[in-house]
């Protein structure tokens, strides 16, 4: 590792940046990673972060924590399952960023009283829909999901972003390029079945399987909906993981 390289002190981001050293080699199996106090000195950041850190290596199978005895690499690769863990706007918008995006379709479209229903806007608004499914562990991995991106047509351009960065959530493209920036997020779960045919081949599932459909509207300072995402997920491939404190 290098201290001058090293992400900003985000459990996050340390998260990532010890995956990419297990699965790099730069820690190899059965070896032990540095200590939490190694640890914490090198991303300046606390001691409870760290371990933060360490819960989701532990979560993706690449680590084993024992007590006096360290945090050992058990694997280089993580489980193809992925588990988040969420507790504010940033962390869900970190979320988003570790799926690598593949665009599938773009289209233009008009919300149904359906569609219109679920997004939270008027029946008959205009859409720019990027469909694409979510990928984590590989391209060898089937997908863990299929997302709609919904935007403003205004911002038509971000879609061929979307393709150029497949690791960039388009929230933040819209940011980077437009100053629109998120203020809050609502977030639906709910669970249903797998029905649609072409979405289960999509997903590598059969027809009827359980699944999660996570619908999240994006909306901004003024309280203006300006994207919003419909995102299914096989459900024995997705789980949330949320921590709340007073």
Known sequence: MNDATAPKPNFTNIARHLTEAITSGHFAVGALLPTELELCKHYGTSRHTVRVALAELEQLGLVLRKKNVGTRVLSARPRSSFKPTLGSVDDLVQFGAEHLRQVQRVARVEASAALAMELGCAEGTPWLCVSSLRLVGGADAPPIGWTDVYIDPAYADIAEQMRAEPGTLASALIEERYGRQIAEIHQ????FAIDDAGL???LQVTPGTPGLRIV???LDDDGALFE???TVHPADRFA???RMRR
């Open 200 to 202: 289960a081949r999509a």
């Open 228 to 230: 919003a995402t419909v």
């Open 188 to 191: 639906d779960i709910r669970a």
């Open 216 to 218: 999240r509207r994006y």
């Open 240 to 242: 949330v993981s949320m």
